[in-house]
């Protein structure tokens, strides 16, 4: 079965550092990943996503993910963090359903707090 | 380019009630998802909706239904409410085989 494993569940920086946010994945065939982002009491906002291709995204908000076959990861990283990031960011991985749908399998998430 | 939109934005019921939830999709999206998202934990997929049908569902009892409407619009219903179904319900649309799923703000749920 699908699954997504973030290993932190929650994150401190300082704003202006470097930040990067573990996921693993396990999926049997080519994964469709995806990092979405919540702000507090608001829904999913997509950050970058993985089909084919180039390893490296590109994401909305200086956002960048790189997907590692060998290593079944796709971490999300941000050069400088600004305390607007604070949120809490999930992984997920595109699956189907037994009835051929596409769903999405979401970590726990890992909750960012961004020290002034 | 209206988003996804749904109502309510929160709700109060008591053990055993109904509820219905809305959704409305992203303009030209034909797909409906929803999930469900417990506190301090991820969505779980409920079910998916194409051309007003269930095409997809996750682990969730019967008791958790749906409709799609022809403008692509949705509900979610869940009869005989627990107090485990308090959560944030999220509601996602998507083109068939588009892969992205843009989701709304979503209903937070208390069962009481």
């Known amino acids: 079965a699908q699954s997504v494993t973030q290993p932190d569940i929650h994150i401190t920086v300082s704003e202006g550092a470097s930040l990067e946010l573990r996921c693993n994945y396990s999926?049997?065939?080519?994964?469709?990943l995806f990092w979405y982002v919540q702000s507090p009491g608001q829904g999913l906002q997509l950050l970058l996503k993985?089909?084919?291709?180039?390893?490296l995204v590109q994401g909305i908000k200086g956002f960048e993910a790189e997907f590692k076959r060998s290593q079944s990861s796709f971490n999300l990283r941000k050069p400088s963090v600004h305390w607007s990031d604070a949120a809490e960011y999930f992984c997920?991985?595109?699956?189907?359903?037994?009835?051929?749908?596409?769903?999405?399998?979401f970590g726990k998430g890992t909750k960012l707090t961004v020290n002034p | 380019e209206t988003g996804v939109t749904q109502s309510p934005t929160h709700l109060i019921k008591t053990r055993g009630q109904q509820v219905t939830l809305r959704c409305s999709s992203q303009?030209?999206?034909?797909?409906v998802s929803w999930y469900q998202q417990a506190l301090g934990q991820g969505p779980q997929f409920i079910f998916q909706?194409?051309?007003?049908?269930?095409?997809g569902r996750g682990n969730f009892p019967p008791r958790f239904s749906g409709l799609q409407f022809p403008n692509y619009s949705s509900e979610l219903n869940v009869n005989a409410l627990e107090l485990d179904d308090s959560a944030l319900y999220l509601c996602?649309?998507?083109?068939?085989?588009?892969?992205?799923?843009?989701f709304g703000a979503g209903t937070r749920l208390s069962v009481l």
């Open positions: 909706y194409y051309r007003e049908e269930e095409n």
């Open positions: 999926y049997g065939a080519t994964p469709y």
């Open positions: 303009s030209g999206h034909n797909t």
């Open positions: 997920a991985v595109g699956a189907l359903t037994q009835g051929g749908s596409e769903k999405l399998v």
């Open positions: 996602a649309s998507s083109l068939v085989g588009g892969n992205i799923q843009y």
């Open positions: 993985y089909f084919s291709g180039d390893t």
